[in-house]
């Protein structure tokens, strides 16, 4: 039986994704919901191995009360990258703890409606998490410049999931209702991979090359024209840019680029977007890659280096933009650049 182990596999490589989190001190473990979260993925994905698996009907309690917790741990993991304040001090935060203690509730006294809460949770929290995705990198005001653009697809990712999760959870009920839920095991199966390949997409997407092709500016911002206003702030920011090269700061996000200039986060936003037509991040990393340029092309310092100079955190968010702005990887453009010095080297010197 391959999926017996499938479970156990998934819940392996989570437990392994959170030991790495923790080791390289990643800004989510700053976030305890993003830590909760995966460990609720895990706990969940070992609770199904015993379910499907082993056939202990015993955990479908504890299956019910994790799924309801994961809807919110989802929702208050991403909505918190979206202010610089601490995750545990948002207003009405306990209001997220009702939909699992209400599971639990039911479970305990009356089970018959669990299914349509669970839909109902995940509906409600997957439309939720879609919403918060519309608005674009930019509302992950928190997040760092350099890796927005993933923790933006991280978010898309889960929206899709606890959205799916709602229409898993209809057809279980179907499939129960019309035949006793003979098909929900293999239901549950495919859910079960799919989750793995939805899961390890979300938790990868900060560690592989991704297409320069990032549409990150929302719509409604980038058609508008600029004001006055708008075009002030954009050289307001230029100037500071500049002359405090505030771009080589790794943990640079939109709300401390925000709180140095004395403006709304949307300001400084919607005037990058209708001025600069791109996102607060490319704009940021426009600068870094521009000063990885120069060291490129001045220095015989190693890549890795320069790219920590310019700002930049990881590899892979390097030559993702690097490539988006210069049409090639920093290693060929660093030959390029030789080769022009050298030719041009070579025509004073005949010309001389």
Not at 83 to 105: D, I, K, M, N, Y
Not at 232 to 248: E, F, G, N, V
Not at 259 to 285: D, I
Request: aromatic content about 8%.
């Amino acid at each position: 039986m391959i999926f017996v182990p499938l479970p156990f596999v998934v819940a392996l490589l989570l437990f392994i994704l959170l030991i790495q989190m923790i080791r390289r001190r990643e800004v989510t473990v700053l976030n305890p919901f993003f830590f909760g979260l995966i460990a609720a993925y895990a706990l969940q994905s070992i609770v199904i191995g015993l379910r499907w698996g082993y056939d202990l009907k015993e955990v479908l309690p504890v299956q019910a009360v994790l799924a309801a917790a994961i809807a919110s741990l989802a929702w208050l993991s991403f909505e918190g990258l979206r202010t610089g304040r601490s995750p545990l001090e948002r207003p009405l935060l306990w209001l997220h703890a009702l939909p699992p203690l209400l599971v639990a509730a039911l479970v305990a006294f009356w089970p018959a409606p669990i299914s349509l809460l669970l839909i109902l949770i995940f509906a409600g929290y997957g439309i939720a998490l879609i919403w918060l995705a519309s608005a674009g990198p930019d509302a992950l005001a928190s997040s760092r410049l350099d890796g927005v653009v993933n923790s933006h697809r991280a978010l898309q990712v889960t929206a899709f999931a606890i959205a799916a999760s709602a229409v898993i959870d209809i057809i279980i009920s179907l499939d129960f209702a019309r035949s006793g839920g003979i098909h929900s095991g293999q239901i549950v199966a495919i859910g079960n991979v799919l989750a793995l390949l939805v899961l390890g997409t979300a938790a990868t997407v900060a560690g592989t090359n991704q297409s320069p092709a990032d549409v990150e500016v929302d719509d409604n911002e980038s058609t508008s024209q600029p004001s006055a206003e708008d075009t002030q702030i954009a050289a307001s920011l230029d100037d500071l840019m500049q002359s405090r090269t505030l771009y080589r700061d790794v943990d640079l996000n939109l709300n401390r680029l925000a709180r140095k200039m004395g403006l709304s986060v949307r300001q400084v936003s919607s005037a990058v977007n209708r001025v600069k037509s791109m996102s607060v991040s490319q704009y940021v990393n426009d600068y870094r890659v521009r000063e990885a340029c120069r060291s490129l092309a001045d220095t015989d310092e190693p890549i890795t280096r320069i790219m920590f100079e310019a700002g930049f955190q990881t590899k892979s968010n390097f030559n993702r933009e690097f490539l988006r702005v210069t049409g090639m990887s920093p290693k060929a453009w660093r030959s390029r650049a030789l080769e022009t010095d050298e030719k041009t080297a070579k025509i004073i010197r005949l010309v001389g």
